[in-house]
Structure formats: C-alpha cells, structure tokens
C-alpha cells in the first residue's frame, strides 16, 4: 500500500532530468512526520483523497519524489488498459505496495511474483480451474449455499458480512484443498481482520517493539501458516485417493527439467495465497451487492422476477449458470460501484510511454480502478445502481478499460471464472429465498486491501 499512498518507494535512483511529467502536488519531504501526515489522510478517506487530487491535476498526476523516477497516478481507461494489456510485458509487479503483501503471501504465490517463477507456477495451477473442473465447483458452491441460507430464520438480524466470509472461505477451502473449514472459520477471519489493518499499520515507521500493526499481523500469518500446515501434512498422510484439487496438483507437481517438487515454502505461499485471494474478495463482491439491492427494492423485484422465472421453486444447478445473466449484470453493476480490488499497482520495468507521458524505468505506476468506475463521462449518473449498464450490448460498447474488476491482460485473476459463478449462483440460491432488508443507515467503505464494509453488515432476512 505504500506507494499508493504517494509516499515515495525504494527504486533506482533518478538522473536529475527536464522531462515533461504530468501536473501533481509539490513535492513531499520524507521526514517521519511528513510521511505519518500524509500516511493518516490516506487512510481515513483514501477515495476522497485521490479524488481531489484527479479534480486538482486531471486524470494523470504525478507525485514527485527526491531521487527517484517518481509515482504516476491513472485513471483515464485507454491508460489503465495500456498499463495492464498492451504494454504489460514493460511493467512488473514488484512494486513498493506488494512489498507488505509479499510478507504475508510468500514468494511463489502468484499474486506478488514476476517473471519465470510466476509463469511457472501460474502453469502449475491454471489446470484447477478449467471448464470440467468449474462445474465440480458449482455443485459444491450451491450445496455450501443451500445449507447456509438453511440456518437463517425469518426476521432474525444477521451480519451478512460475516455469513458471507464463512460462506466463501468453505467454499474455497472444499473446492480448491479438499478441505472442511468450518472449524478454522473463525481463526481464519480474524486472522484475515488483521491482515487487512495490519498491512496499513504495520508500515508506520515506528520502532517495532512499539508497532502493534505489525505484531498482530505476524500472530496472524502464524495462525495461517499452521493451519496450512495441518491442510498438507493431513493431505500427504491420507495420499492422493485420486483427488485432482489444487492442494495435489501442488503436491504432484514436477519440474519438467530437474524432476523436482516443489518445496513446502512455495506450497504454503500458493495456499495462503488462493485462501485468501478466493474468497475475501468473492466475499465483498456478494455483500455489497445484497447491500445495493436492499437500497434499490426496484431492482430488487426484478432480480426475484428473473430468478421465479428461470427457477421457479427450486434451487439452482450448474446447468442453470448461463441462464441466470440477469443476476450476473446485478452481480457486476455491483462490483462496479463498490469494487473488492478498488486500485492496481505495477513499476516500470524499463522505459515505456503511457498516453501523452514518457515513464523512465523504475516509474512507479498506480490504477484507480474505483475512480475509472465512477466517472460520469463512461457511466453517466455514476451513483446509481443499474444493472442494465451491464446488458449484453451495453456491456460490449464499455470502452476497453472502463471495467476491470477482475484486471486484464496476462495477470489477469486466475480466479475470475470461479467468482463470476460462485457471486451469480450464490446470489440466486439466497435472494430466491430470503429477501435481504437493510437495518439502518449504509455501511461506510472500509478500503484496506479489499473494500468492505466497516464494522460488517447488519441484515434481515425475510422470506419470499
Ligand atoms: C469477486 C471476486 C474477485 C475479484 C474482484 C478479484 C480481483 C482480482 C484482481 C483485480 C486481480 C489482478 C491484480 C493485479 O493485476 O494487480 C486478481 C488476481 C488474482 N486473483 Fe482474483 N479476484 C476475485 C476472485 C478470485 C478467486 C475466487 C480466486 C481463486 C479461487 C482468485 C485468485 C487470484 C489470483 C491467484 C490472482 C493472481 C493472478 C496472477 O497474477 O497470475 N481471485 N484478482
């Protein structure tokens, strides 16, 4: 996160220069108490922070930074797109915001590597999710579904923050490791609570006696870590039975030269990695949007009218996937507005020209996905929920980059897929059932790595 607070990153140091840079604000001094200033505004009102700034500069600032290429902030989607697609290959991921992340996820995973190593392991995992493999996925995601919404009791509060967290993470966990994680669910959420306010507080630089952030966070991955351990250790025990999961295609895995497996370190970060990009993310995109729809009962009955219509009274199964499209546009209407991955990271490689600017290596370069999907001039009325703007045709005239919640080009979410599906059964199997009613005012945005709702989401289920 760092750098996407502007606040300038370790990268090779800059030949003084004329080169014509975007408008941005004055350059910062780098004493401590410039940083934790700077470090505070970010962090209570980040989207109203960068907001201002692109009123300020327009849709490309630029944070200057003493003997360093400096930041370049985007939002424009032809430049988003060029970041993340056409000129993908010039830009890497090490960049000073995955530093944090790196500690937590490891270096295999591949979230936060490069190069070789992420494109060998990227082909390790790819085969998980395939076409054969999604609909196994569906029949457990639906199951895991009807068995929550089972539990809940007309009229009865419940956080559906937290009931979907549960919900994602079992459904992780059985689909991808073979796992039942009922019994880690809340080990694991609270090591994920941690996480999330630990990689922003844990980089304040303090004395690390002093830093709580950053103690709790390493109890945090101490509590992941074991309970990952236990996931391979029971796996190796127990051998394969034929299972075809991600957790043994890790374990089988060779390297076609050398023969070798992989080590338990690079097995451990792919867990940690997939646990948690898998399902906080799902998580949001499905409790924001029941949020959205208990803010817009119109389009709520519209959602309860398709579904009456392609289900009638029962559940959903795989085969119904493609058929619920008008729960899929609720689903991306939803992701749209409040995006679980809110804002993207990369550093310049080499040099490489982005729009009007000319970015010297080592530039590094961050992507407000949630100002892209909140700009009038592609989405007009931005602050209404509609999910006609996700219709098919209307959908294929959103210029390229104007909607990335998943990101584009080679990096792309590998589970893009799996979420796509899992949001839209998920949304069918509850809201056929329950009607989700707000409780009171709406929840503010908790923008950490992923965007949640502060202090969860208080709702009532009522029976349809
Ligand atoms: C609504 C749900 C999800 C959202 C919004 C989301 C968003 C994203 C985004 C934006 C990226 C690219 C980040 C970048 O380029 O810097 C990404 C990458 C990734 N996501 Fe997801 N994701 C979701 C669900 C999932 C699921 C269900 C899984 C796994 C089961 C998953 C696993 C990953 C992994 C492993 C990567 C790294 C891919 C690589 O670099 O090769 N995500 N995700």
Redesign the pocket.
Known sequence: MEAIQETAAAAPKAEPSTRRVPPGPPTRGASVFSRIRYGLNFFFDPFGFVGGRFESYGDTYFVAAENQPGLYVFRKPEDVWAV?VTEAKKFR?THSAFRELGQVLGESG??TTDGDT?RKH?RIVQPAFSPKRMSEYAEVMIEETVREARSWEHGKRIDLADAMMELTLRI?ART?FGHDASGDVDAVRDAMRTLQDGLVGAQLPIPRWMNIGLQRQERAVATLDALIARMIETRRRQGGNGQVDLLQRLLDARDPETGAELTDTEIRDHLV??FL??HE??SN?LTWTFHLLGENPAQRARLEAHLDEVLGDRDPTPEDFPNLGFATQVLEEG?RLR???FV?ARQAAEAVTIGEWELPAGSEVVLWLWHTHHDSRIYPDPERFDPDRFAPDAKAALPKGAYL???QGP??????H??LM??TLLLATIARRWRLEPTGAAPKLHARVTLSPKNGLPMIPKKR
Do not use: Q, S, Y
Request: hydrophobic share 50%; proline share 9%.
């Open positions: 993340l991921k591949l979230l992420w990227r992780v991808l990695t997939f990009a898998g993310t799902t995109a992701m995006p679980p991955v993207m919640p998943f990101g990096r792309t979410c590998i589970g893009k799996f979420a899992e949001g």
